[in-house]
């Protein structure tokens, strides 16, 4: 079994930064990618990005690039994403994944295992 831990939501104005940081323990998981997606209130949770095993792959949502960045350091198990110049539509729940099967990244259906997520809100 594999367990994700997200941290560094909170809550900020519009223009500024947060990292959030998800760290993975439990059973290894191979050549998987690593997703955040978020859920706003009402809404359907949705892609962010991913990153490749490697991180030499990284995709991201239209409305997000330029402005976040994934990274991940493998020796300490952690995904992070750097998010910049944050807006109010920003604000969801971020979750970490990884994903298990199916060849889109960016369908959430393809990702098994899931954090608990984090609270970003950003103020206007």
């Known amino acids: 079994q594999v367990q994700l831990v997200e941290s560094g939501g909170g809550l900020v104005q519009a223009g500024d930064s947060l990292r959030l940081s998800c760290v993975a323990s439990?059973?290894?998981?191979?050549?998987?990618?690593v997703g955040w997606f978020r859920q706003a209130p009402g809404k359907e949770r949705a892609f962010v990005a991913a990153i490749s095993w490697s991180g030499r792959i990284t995709s991201y949502e239209d409305s997000v690039k330029g402005r976040f960045t994934i990274s991940r350091d493998n020796a300490k198990n952690t995904v992070y994403l750097q998010m910049d110049s944050l807006k109010p539509e920003d604000t969801a729940v971020y979750y970490c994944?990884?994903?298990?099967?199916?060849?889109?990244?960016?369908?959430?259906?393809?990702?098994?295992?899931w954090g608990q997520g984090t609270q970003v809100t950003v103020s206007s």
């Open positions: 439990g059973r290894t998981v191979g050549n998987s990618f």
């Open positions: 994944a990884i994903q298990s099967g199916g060849p889109e990244i960016q369908d959430p259906r393809n990702y098994a295992y």
